[in-house]
């Protein structure tokens, strides 16, 4: 990585992780993609702008969001 990690920075400033999304992602593109960085912390960032502004999370952040998708805190913003 080329930069300090902040919230918002270019997802291309951060170069060498590995980004990966979910195999329930869809064929078009609309995903989004997470990378463990070397910090501890996680990225994420939108698949359609691969360039554009990442979030950066605490590994605690993230695993409360996915303890919640787990026990379907957000269907509701599914339909």
């Not at 291309?12 to 997470?34: I, P, T």
């Not at 960085?37 to 979030?55: H, T, Y």
């Amino acid at each position: 990585m080329t930069a300090e990690v902040h919230n918002g920075m270019s997802a291309a400033d951060l170069a060498g992780v590995a980004w990966r999304k979910s195999a329930r992602s869809g064929a078009l593109g609309n995903c989004v993609e997470l990378a463990a960085l070397i910090d501890g912390s996680v990225a994420m960032r939108n698949s359609r702008f691969p360039e554009g502004p990442a979030l950066v999370y605490t590994r605690a952040e993230i695993a409360a969001f996915v303890a919640g998708a787990r026990d379907g805190e957000f269907d509701d913003l599914v339909g």
